[in-house]
């Protein structure tokens, strides 16, 4: 795996790719590039680049990253790594989605593949969204008779469908359970900024609520410092939490990968939409909880819903209208 850890700014001079030195590998391992416009290690990135980085040592991708690039930069990282022959070009493309299309159509015989919250486009750009849905509604159901005042809080970061439609998730998973539950929301503009997240989760807590759904890095710190118990997003946050994260609506990002290799190495078109491959019945996502936190008798009714959605008996809810 090659790795390139300097961010990138803004201005003229090219980037200086690096050599690509790594042990040998199966022929058919293609060549994955990722532009990450936040540090991969950010909970979102990180889930990626793990995926990424697991595919690398099975052989399967030979895989190498940007971190740290901003919007102004990033249609540039997208058009060298293209250049330099990559099969694949990972990246996001919310803050620059006109961009990311144009640099795509610039290249037909590369396949991107970019999370998005618009549609494919031609043959090789290939759109994905987060979807730990199904996981933050089990999370709810667990949530619901933790409460004692019977209002849960969220913190996210930007109102956008993939992230509305986690926290509405949230919210109807409580709600199944207790229908009365009030809710409290917040969004803090921006992908990372821990000390702000924490910040909105304590004035939620002194809003009245004594659960919390952590969309972003951060609210756990809030519920920690306060006394309060918190679910987790993307990754498992229960180790660094170990008295206040009791569930975890972790995304796996792995089948995703599998999802469009098959179709390069098929000469399959790309310009479809993998965002199924994020749900549970692809093992796209998972509910992670420390059974000793939650009430014995609540695990029943959420193991025979997580069967229902794992076969396709249940359908989480879909709602991506910005909650109140």
């Not at 509604?137 to 996210?156: Q, W």
């Not at 109102?159 to 229908?179: D, K």
Request: charged share 20%.
């Amino acid at each position: 795996m090659t790795t390139r850890r300097t961010l990138l700014t803004t201005g003229a001079a090219a980037l200086a790719l690096p050599a690509l030195i790594r042990p040998a590998r199966a022929q058919d391992a293609a060549r994955v590039a990722c532009v990450h416009a936040s540090p991969v290690e950010n909970a979102w990135n990180s889930r990626i680049h793990l995926a990424m980085q697991q595919a690398d040592a099975a052989g399967t991708i030979a895989y190498e990253f940007s971190e740290g690039v901003a919007a102004t930069d990033y249609p540039r990282a997208m058009r060298e790594y293209a250049e330099a022959g990559v099969d694949l070009v990972w990246g996001e493309a919310y803050a620059v989605e006109r961009e990311a299309r144009e640099v795509a159509a610039d290249y037909p015989d590369t396949a991107f593949l970019m999370g998005s919250s618009g549609g494919p486009a031609g043959d090789n750009f290939g759109v994905f969204g987060t979807r730990n849905h199904e996981a933050a509604y089990l999370a709810g159901m667990l949530a619901a008779p933790l409460s004692e005042t019977g209002t849960f809080g969220s913190v996210g970061g930007y109102p956008i469908p993939e992230v509305n439609l986690l926290i509405n998730a949230f919210r109807a998973g409580v709600r199944e359970v207790r229908p009365d539950a009030t809710f409290l929301n917040g969004f803090i503009g921006a992908w990372f900024d821990p000390a702000r997240a924490q910040e909105m989760a304590i004035a939620q807590i002194d809003g009245g609520a004594d659960i919390l759904f952590g969309e972003r890095i951060g609210t756990a710190d809030g519920a920690q410092a306060r006394g309060v118990k918190a679910i987790g997003s993307l990754i498992d946050y229960t180790p660094r939490y170990p008295e206040t994260v009791f569930a975890n609506a972790i995304w796996n990002f792995g089948p995703t990968i599998d999802a469009i290799l098959s179709d390069i190495r098929s000469g399959t078109p790309v310009g479809r939409d993998y965002t199924e491959y994020s749900f549970m019945a692809h093992g796209g996502n998972e509910l992670a909880f420390v059974e000793a936190m939650v009430p014995a008798d609540a695990i029943p009714a959420m193991e025979e819903r997580r069967a229902a959605i794992r076969s396709g008996a249940f359908t989480v809810p879909i709602e991506a209208d910005e909650p109140a």
